[in-house]
């Protein structure tokens, strides 16, 4: 029997180099998916790493701004905090809803790093309007200074804040953010 027609198909080395083109392609294509991950990741621990570093200042600023003194140390719900290079305790005025001052009634604000943790734990005067509790400003802080403008907490009229945030990468490449402000004390 004679085949006057041709078989249609693919010969073998046909198929191999098809299938070494898109083995080549798919490679490529996963080397471009890894490069933007890892850039991604990249992006995304410096995002962490700064934008918690301004927060926290921003936070800080604000009630730093308005204490009318640094506390040496205060009591708060049975641990006691004591101002020193990386606590603050603050005093400030209390108000009520209304945002009249309350004579005489303060709350007490400390910034506390502890590891890689900064917290701000309130302490309410009675009526104050101000919420009582601890919030945890960054899990990122890596290193926390405060320098004061006198020995003398009670002449302190300003603070130098110096906080360093770190956020670390899947695979274990680190970035920093590092920022500092002066911040003068508007009620003293």
Same mark, same amino acid.
């Given at each position: 029997?004679? +085949?006057?027609?041709?078989?249609? #198909?693919?010969?073998?080395?046909?198929?191999?180099?098809?299938?070494?083109?898109?083995?080549?392609?798919?490679?490529?294509?996963?080397?471009?998916?890894?490069? +933007?991950?890892?850039?991604?990741?990249?992006?995304?621990?410096?995002?962490?790493?700064?934008?918690?570093?301004?927060?926290?200042?921003?936070?800080?600023?604000?009630? =730093?701004?308005?204490?009318?003194? =640094?506390?040496?140390?205060?009591? =708060?719900?049975?641990?006691?905090?004591?101002?020193?290079?990386?606590?603050?305790?603050?005093?400030?005025?209390?108000?009520?809803?209304? #945002?009249?001052?309350?004579?005489?009634?303060?709350?007490?604000?400390?910034?506390?790093?502890?590891?890689?943790?900064?917290?701000?734990?309130?302490? =309410? #005067?009675?009526?104050?309007?101000?919420?009582?509790?601890?919030?945890?400003?960054?899990?990122?802080?890596?290193?926390? @200074?405060?320098?004061?403008? @006198?020995?003398?907490?009670?002449?302190?009229?300003?603070?130098?804040?110096?906080?360093?945030?770190?956020?670390?990468?899947?695979? #274990?490449?680190?970035?920093?953010? +590092?920022?500092?402000?002066?911040?003068?004390?508007?009620?003293?």
């Amino acid at each position: 029997m004679i +085949h006057s027609k041709k078989e249609k #198909g693919f010969t073998l080395i046909e198929v191999v180099i098809v299938t070494s083109i898109f083995t080549v392609l798919a490679l490529a294509l996963l080397n471009v998916f890894d490069w +933007h991950n890892k850039l991604f990741n990249l992006e995304r621990a410096d995002t962490e790493a700064v934008g918690s570093a301004r927060l926290t200042m921003n936070n800080m600023a604000t009630y =730093i701004a308005q204490a009318s003194n =640094i506390e040496a140390s205060r009591t =708060i719900s049975g641990t006691t905090y004591t101002t020193d290079a990386d606590t603050v305790v603050l005093q400030l005025p209390a108000f009520d809803s209304s #945002g009249n001052l309350l004579a005489s009634i303060y709350d007490y604000v400390v910034y506390n790093k502890s590891g890689t943790t900064l917290s701000q734990i309130t302490e =309410i #005067g009675s009526g104050s309007s101000r919420n009582a509790g601890t919030k945890i400003m960054t899990a990122y802080a890596q290193s926390l @200074s405060f320098t004061y403008d @006198s020995v003398d907490l009670t002449q302190v009229t300003q603070v130098i804040v110096d906080l360093q945030t770190q956020a670390t990468v899947r695979g #274990g490449s680190v970035t920093t953010a +590092h920022v500092a402000n002066t911040i003068f004390l508007r009620n003293k």
